[in-house]
């Protein structure tokens, strides 16, 4: 499902990030992290990153299942995505 709102929020908790709290906002085609935990107002799904062997699997309420090819390291998130 693609997202046509243009101010997205992801708060993640986890590994891979260079914080173990994160916030992401997306606002048309600009992306700046936070190194905070900062709740969206409103809440539209769950998820859960995991990247590892050369693969990003992410489950989300909001999105479903998708596999992303060529990312490097290892990930392991739970983040909830809404908007601000």
Same mark, same amino acid.
């Given at each position: ?5 243009? /101010? ?5 908790? %986890?590994?891979? /990030? ?6 992401? !906002?997306?606002?048309? =085609? ?8 900062? #709740?969206?107002? #409103?809440? =539209? ?9 050369? =693969? ?7 999105? %479903? !299942?998708?596999? =992303?090819?060529?990312?490097? %390291?290892?990930?392991?998130?739970? %983040? #909830?995505?809404?908007?601000?």
């Amino acid at each position: 499902m693609e997202r046509k709102n243009k /101010n997205n929020v992801f708060t993640e908790i %986890g590994f891979g /990030n260079k914080t173990i709290f994160s916030t992401e !906002f997306e606002r048309r =085609k600009v992306e700046y992290r936070n190194p905070r935990l900062i #709740l969206p107002k #409103l809440i =539209k799904g769950i998820y859960v990153r995991m990247r590892f062997f050369g =693969k990003e699997y992410i489950l989300s309420t909001y999105d %479903g !299942f998708k596999i =992303k090819k060529d990312k490097k %390291g290892f990930k392991f998130l739970i %983040g #909830l995505e809404g908007l601000k």
